[in-house]
């Protein structure tokens, strides 16, 4: 109707994304909140109901999804995605590394196997997914935002969690080298580094657990996925346009209580 004001077109609109580690938990949120602002998201993992599940959820978005079943672990996978499913999706502007596993143990308890498969996932296949999007962002020269999920371990010692805490300082590091390197194309690289939040991968959180962290938490709560959700989703937008190198901590205050 003439004089009416128009609803401004969803702020990521026409933009790909793909998100690593995004069939459940904190990835999933990621995508849906993604998804919301208009992006069509490629989603990864390797439990096939779960992606199949996250895809409807995009699609009654009213966003294109695509499930990819891969275990980032692999090289050759790994280069699978970036080679062949990427270019068939329309190329990548967004991307979100998530995939991780977790290791509850004192260093001197991890088994040699333990290490390798933290390694493996968290590490490694983090440096195989950012090597390959990257170069892929690159090509396509049309810039690009580069999202890593790490972890308040990787900036606050917590004890029994050594090799993980090592694997996601390691990202911080990454994310900082990347966004240097990365800056003249017009590829931003920053990290979310959440706190205690309420996932499938925290298994050990018990309702009696949970309550002595609500108490210790400023905000007095242990988050949910979709709090990461919609950081990720600002850092992805134009909002955060002059953002790189950065990491933002999304723990509701809880290193404040060290």
Known sequence: MEGCPQSPAPELLGKNALVTGGSKGIGRAVALALAARGADVMVVGRDREDLRSVCEEINRLGRQARAACVDVSSREEVERLVNELVP????????????????????????????????????????YCLTGIARRMLEQGRGGCIIVVTSINALWPLPGQAVYSATKAALEALVRCLAVDLAPAGIRVNSVAPGAIRTAMNKHFTPEVIERLNARIPLGRIGEPEDIGEVGAFLASDAARYLTGSTIVVDGGYMLRK
Do not use: W
């Open 88 to 127: 068939a999706f329309g190329g990548v502007d967004i991307y979100v590394n998530n995939a991780g596993i977790p290791v509850l143990k004192h260093l001197l308890e991890t088994t040699p196997e333990e290490m390798d498969r933290v390694l493996d996932t968290n590490l490694k296949g983090a440096v």
